[in-house]
């Protein structure tokens, strides 16, 4: 027989629904530049693992956001369609144009370590509800970042050129990487309580692990990071066209029931 899940306090509950929102943002976002993809990845195979990993990054947002709803929260799909950028609350990295394959494949290695290892330290959550959709997801993104640290490994040690591509493509990258780890309002009460994992906990695991991947493994040099970073409700210029594209088909037939 299943326990019952854990109350939360009023304050609990709202910020468990922004973080849920927040991880579910992250989601969508990157699952959107990764299915720009679809048809253009180098090899075919790698075509078609990619769009699984998307569909994976999209259900992860869907556990998040239907867990939000059974707190008080809007229905998914409202989550996702009807907000504009001003309301979403996904991190620069995971905005920001696909480029080219190295980038890409930086990309999703550095955000797949952080929410695997998030994930990872959530399946031991207080608050039953968390500690099981975190069960259900962390196998995907082992996965994920097996996948994707390999492409790393491939194109850091491969050609000059795959190597000069992937070192811009960390350059880039890494100064936006760590607002991954900024906490929601409230959260540290969560932590305490042991709803969430400890993030300062999860950030210092995340930097060994990718460091010694990046560095020690493929040879590649980690840039400067900025010591302050903007909250996640300040978005690049890139935002605003990526949601005009991707909600655009649920804005133009918002009466659609079945599609």
Not at 68 to 73: D, H, P, R, V, Y
Not at 137 to 162: C, D, I, M, N, Y
Not at 223 to 249: F, I, K, N
């Amino acid at each position: 027989m299943t326990a019952p899940a854990q109350t939360l306090t009023d304050t609990q509950t709202q910020a468990l629904l922004l973080k849920l929102t927040v991880l579910a943002d992250d989601e969508i976002i990157l699952a959107h530049r990764d299915g720009e993809w679809t048809g253009h990845a180098p090899i075919l195979e790698e075509d078609i693992a990619l769009a699984n990993i998307a569909q994976d990054e999209l259900g992860h947002a869907g556990l998040y956001l239907s867990l939000a709803q059974t707190l008080g929260g809007s229905d998914p799909d409202q989550v996702a369609f009807w907000r504009g950028p001003d309301d979403y609350r996904n991190t620069r990295l995971v905005e920001l144009p696909k480029g080219d394959w190295a980038f890409t494949m930086v990309r999703q290695f550095l955000y797949d370590t952080a929410e695997a290892l998030w994930l990872e330290a959530a399946t031991r959550s207080t608050y039953a509800p968390l500690a099981e959709i975190a069960a259900k997801a962390v196998r995907e993104e082992k996965f994920h970042v097996q996948h994707t640290a390999l492409w790393v490994e491939r194109l850091a040690l491969g050609t000059p050129e795959s190597e000069r591509r992937t070192q811009a493509a960390l350059t880039e990258l890494w100064p936006h990487a760590a607002q991954l780890f900024q906490p929601v309002e409230g959260e540290a009460e969560l932590t305490a309580a042991g709803i969430l994992p400890d993030l300062n906990a999860v950030h210092a695991r995340w930097t060994d692990l990718v460091t010694r991947h990046l560095v020690d493994k493929c040879g590649l040099t980690l840039p400067d990071a900025p010591a302050t970073q903007p909250g996640r409700d300040t978005h690049t210029h890139h935002l605003a066209p990526l949601l005009e594209e991707m909600q655009s088909v649920a804005r133009q037939h918002p009466d659609a029931e079945v599609w």
